[in-house]
């Protein structure tokens, strides 16, 4: 099994940068596939944001492509969300996810989340 926890989330101007951190623990990461997802104030959550399979393919949503970033850090264990040219409507809490078969809208392990606002 895995645990993960979510952390750098904040609230960012219109145009901003965050950076989202996953930490795994219990297991290394290298041999799972990552997914971020988010969950707006009030709505369901919404399909995978992007994702990276443990071979390295990624996977962009539309809604975010050429503004986010996935990457992991297999050393230490950790996959991270770089969020550039952030929008309103980015504000929600982010989760990340692992599964060794794959990424895909039902994930094995999930962290908690953190809450991201983009406000002015």
């Known amino acids: 099994q895995v645990q993960l926890v979510e952390s750098g989330g904040g609230s960012v101007q219109p145009g901003g940068s965050l950076r989202l951190s996953c930490a795994a623990s219990?297991?290394?990461?290298?041999?799972?596939?990552i997914g971020w997802f988010r969950q707006a104030p009030g709505k369901e959550r919404e399909g995978i944001l992007c994702?990276?399979?443990?071979?390295?393919?990624?996977y962009y949503a539309d809604s975010v492509k050429g503004r986010f970033t996935i990457s992991r850090d297999n050393a230490k264990n950790t996959a991270y969300l770089q969020m550039n040219s952030l929008k309103p409507e980015d504000t929600g809490t982010y989760y990340c996810?692992?599964?060794?078969?794959?990424?895909?809208?039902?994930?094995?392990?999930w962290g908690k989340g953190t809450l991201v606002t983009v406000s002015s």
């Open positions: 996810a692992a599964d060794p078969r794959g990424y895909g809208p039902s994930m094995d392990y």
């Open positions: 219990g297991s290394s990461l290298e041999s799972y596939s």
């Open positions: 994702a990276m399979h443990a071979n390295g393919r990624t």
